[in-house]
C-alpha cells in the first residue's frame, strides 16, 4: 500500500506562492490517481487538484488558473504548485491516492498527514 508525506507548506503574504510535494513510498503513482484536498478550520475537506496518468486533470474553480498539479513519476513526487495566494487558501493541504478522476474526498482512500499552508494579508 501506498505511504503518502506532504512538504512545502508555510507562511506566505497574500499574492505569494508556494510548491506543495508530495512524496510516495511502498507503490508507484502509475497506478492511482492522485489528489490535493485542503480543510480550513471548521470547515469540510475539499477537493482542489486531481490528476490521473500524468494527462487528465481536474481543478476547483476556486483554484483554476493559480494551482497548478503535476507529478514526476521518476519521483515518484506530486506536486502543487500554488500562486497568487489569499487568505482563504490558508487551511491544511492534504494528498491522497485514489482510482477515479474525482475532487470528492471519498473516492480516495490513502492519505496523508498534511501540510498547513498559512496566508496573511
Known amino acids: 500500500q501506498v505511504h503518502l508525506v506532504e512538504s512545502g507548506g508555510d507562511s506566505v503574504q497574500s499574492g505569494g506562492s508556494l510548491r506543495l510535494s508530495c512524496t510516495a513510498s511502498?507503490?508507484?503513482?502509475?497506478?492511482?490517481?492522485m489528489g490535493w484536498f485542503r480543510q480550513a478550520l471548521g470547515k469540510e475537506r475539499e477537493g482542489i487538484a486531481t490528476?490521473?496518468?500524468?494527462?487528465?486533470?481536474a481543478y476547483a474553480d476556486s483554484v483554476k488558473g493559480r494551482f497548478t498539479i503535476s507529478q514526476d513519476n521518476a519521483k515518484n513526487t506530486l506536486y502543487l504548485q500554488m500562486n497568487s495566494l489569499k487568505p482563504e487558501d490558508t487551511a491544511m493541504y492534504y494528498c491522497?491516492?485514489?482510482?477515479?478522476?474525482?475532487?470528492?474526498?471519498?473516492?480516495?482512500?490513502?492519505w496523508g498527514q498534511g501540510t498547513q499552508v498559512t496566508v496573511s494579508s
Open positions: 511502498g507503490a508507484t503513482y502509475s497506478g492511482y490517481c
Open positions: 491522497a491516492a485514489g482510482t477515479y478522476l474525482s475532487l470528492a474526498p471519498s473516492f480516495f482512500a490513502t
Open positions: 490528476i490521473c496518468s500524468a494527462v487528465r486533470l
